[in-house]
């Protein structure tokens, strides 16, 4: 069939709709990576003590900045930037991961079973209660992994602020570029110097009663 200079202005529209839509979807599909997961990890073992230890713990919360509360892993690009990683999110909620982590930290650190999550209380009245107050954690422009940390330790009964300490952690090594597996196992290992140093300040508490 003979196509006319008619049929041919009416055809043009549909076949540069039809090649706009097959590019659209070409871009839109072949752009963007999967996405990857992570969670942080105890520093020893995944299961809390289950030793039957009088000592009572209760990690009542641990607050992080805005920028931090969010799926995304997030990084700094400059001295007053961040960067938000869309294609490397975490599992779970940051600040829940955190506190399960720290849980099972102490637990092993304490050999205690008894250290509890809020809003579960611990079932000694003479509890310590842990409050952590997250300033930075992610890797820096430097490669290198910083958290800074103020906590308090108060008595479970009376809320009375037995010791407080701001804490700074740098990962003795950079990361290796854009290997944010190796990141989070840093990210990890911070948190579990954390984890050592509360630790260490309740059993000082316990050894001076």
């Known amino acids: 069939m003979q196509i006319t200079p008619v049929m041919y202005r009416l055809r043009l529209p549909l076949l540069m709709t ?6 659209l979807t070409g871009c839109l599909g072949g752009s963007s990576p999967p996405v990857k997961y992570y969670v942080l990890s105890p520093a020893a ?6 030793s039957d ?4 713990i209760e990690i009542a919360t641990i607050h992080l900045p805005q920028y931090l509360d969010r799926p995304h ?3 700094r690009s400059g001295d007053n930037r961040l960067k ?9 909620n940051l600040r829940k991961d955190m506190m399960r982590t720290l849980a099972i930290n102490l637990s092993q650190l304490l050999d205690t ?17 842990v409050v952590i107050e997250i300033l930075r954690f ?36 950079p990361a290796e570029k854009d290997n944010y597996d190796d990141v989070v196992a ?18 000082q508490l316990e050894s001076s009663k």
């Not at 073992?45 to 289950?50: A, I, N, R, V």
């Not at 990890?188 to 954390?194: E, H, N, T, V």
């Open 45 to 50: 073992s995944e299961q809390p003590s289950t």
């Open 84 to 92: 938000i990683l869309q294609s490397h999110q975490w599992g779970g």
């Open 186 to 203: 840093m990210m990890s290992a911070q948190f579990g110097q954390l984890a050592t140093s509360i630790a260490t300040t309740i059993q």
């Open 73 to 75: 892993l997030v990084t």
């Open 18 to 23: 039809v090649i706009c839509l097959t590019v």
């Open 138 to 173: 992610e890797k820096d422009i430097d490669e290198h992994v910083k958290l800074t940390a103020q906590w308090k330790i108060t008595r479970g009964i009376d809320r009375k602020i037995l010791a407080t300490q701001i804490t700074t952690l740098n990962s003795d090594q």
């Open 113 to 129: 079973s008894n250290v509890s999550i809020a809003p579960h209380r611990a079932s000694s009245p003479g509890s310590y209660r």
């Open 53 to 56: 230890s009088d000592l009572a």
